[in-house]
T-cell receptor, first 114, second 114 residues
Framework: DAMVIQNPRYQVTQFGKPVTLSCSQTLNHNVMYWYQQKSSQAPKLLFHYYDKDFNNEADTPDNFQSRRPNTSFCFLDIRSPGLGDAAMYLC?????????????FGQGTRLTVV | AQSVTQPDIHITVSEGASLELRCNYSYGATPYLFWYVQSPGQGLQLLLKYFSGDTLVQGIKGFEAEFKRSQSSFNLRKPSVHWSDAAEYFCAVGVREYGNKLVFGAGTILRVKS
């Protein structure tokens, strides 16, 4: 029973053409995260939503945006993908608060830029 | 700033041999610590977590990890490795703000030889 679902699993987009990746969750978690993982590297947090509050990491490029229309869904928008944006994009969720919560990850979307 | 160091990029062990993957962290408070496993092209699966209490934690697939505050370490162990354990392993520290965003180490690729 998948709890964090990412669509599509594989996405090919053209250089400069806007692309949207989607994530949905059935856990009713307050927090949703987007991580970028380039080949042979650790996942790196781009931003996260705590309920409707958006929290951007300081070094996330402006080219990356996110939307969370409701608790269950979160989208990653790349306005003008460059070759350097080719990566695995991982969505994760966790309960809110500062207590002992763990993150649940989706299977990821592999983005190729041509 | 929070950081995680995994000093071994690659490790090769024989099937049936014991395994230890090293992880050191830097965090100003009592850390929340995690080990995740990632198979090629897949998302991250949680192996185990430490929040508080007993410093030896048991996880899935026969893995365990020991939190040592004096050494700022959280090493992952398994007494007998199976070929299916070949994957990449990530250690992470949970930053306790807005739901525990994760800071990952660079990962250790485990190869299992028969």
């Amino acid at each position: 029973d998948a709890m964090v679902i990412q669509n599509p699993r594989y996405q090919v987009t053209q250089f400069g053409k806007p692309v949207t990746l989607s994530c949905s969750q059935t856990l009713n978690h307050n927090v949703m995260y987007w991580y970028q993982q380039k080949s042979s590297q650790a996942p790196k947090l781009l931003f996260h939503y705590y309920d409707k509050d958006f929290n951007n990491e300081a070094d996330t490029p402006d080219n990356f945006q996110s939307r969370r229309p409701n608790t269950s869904f979160c989208f990653l928008d790349i306005r003008s993908p460059g070759l350097g944006d080719a990566a695995m994009y991982l969505c994760a969720t966790s309960r809110g608060g500062t207590g002992n919560t763990e993150a649940f990850f989706g299977q990821g979307t592999r983005l190729t830029v041509v | 700033a929070q950081s995680v160091t995994q000093p071994d990029i690659h490790i090769t062990v024989s099937e049936g041999a014991s395994l230890e993957l090293r992880c050191n962290y830097s965090y100003g408070a009592t850390p929340y610590l995690f080990w995740y496993v990632q198979s090629p092209g897949q998302g991250l699966q949680l192996l185990l977590k430490y929040f508080s209490g007993d410093t030896l934690v048991q996880g899935i697939k026969g893995f365990e990890a020991e939190f040592k505050r004096s050494q700022s370490s959280f090493n992952l162990r398994k007494p007998s490795v199976h070929w299916s354990d070949a994957a990449e392993y990530f250690c992470a520290v949970g930053v306790r703000e807005y739901g525990n965003k994760l800071v990952f180490g660079a990962g250790t690729i485990l190869r299992v030889k028969s």
